[in-house]
């Protein structure tokens, strides 16, 4: 059974940072697809960046691509993302996602394991 718990929301002005974390447990990230998605009130869960085994064939959601940069630490089994240029648009509840398949997925039900998420609040 995969674990995963996330860390690192808050409350930020735009153009300002915010580094998310998702620390694995049950099995090594190198060995499964993950990936972020966030939730806005009232809006469907968003996939916004997602990784295959090893880190391979990052997808990037077009309005996030080139802010922001998935990475993971293999020796803390935690995967992260590193959020620039916030805009207000990005707020919203953050979840890690994973699953064993091997290519990144982008459709939220194509993940069998979640955190709990963490809310990133971006004001203008």
């Known amino acids: 059974q995969v674990q995963l718990v996330e860390s690192g929301g808050g409350l930020v002005q735009a153009g300002g940072s915010l580094r998310l974390s998702c620390a694995a447990s049950?099995?090594?990230?190198?060995?499964?697809?993950m990936g972020w998605f966030r939730q806005a009130p009232g809006k469907e869960r968003e996939v916004v960046v997602a990784i295959g085994w090893g880190g391979t064939n990052p997808y990037y959601k077009e309005s996030v691509e080139g802010r922001f940069t998935i990475s993971r630490d293999i020796a803390k089994n935690t995967m992260y993302l590193q959020m620039n240029s916030l805009k207000p648009e990005d707020t919203a509840n953050y979840y890690c996602?994973?699953?064993?398949?091997?290519?990144?997925?982008?459709?939220?039900?194509?993940?069998?394991?979640w955190g709990q998420g963490t809310q990133v609040s971006v004001s203008s």
């Open positions: 049950g099995r090594t990230v190198s060995y499964l697809s």
């Open positions: 996602a994973a699953t064993k398949r091997t290519i990144p997925r982008t459709g939220p039900y194509e993940y069998d394991y």
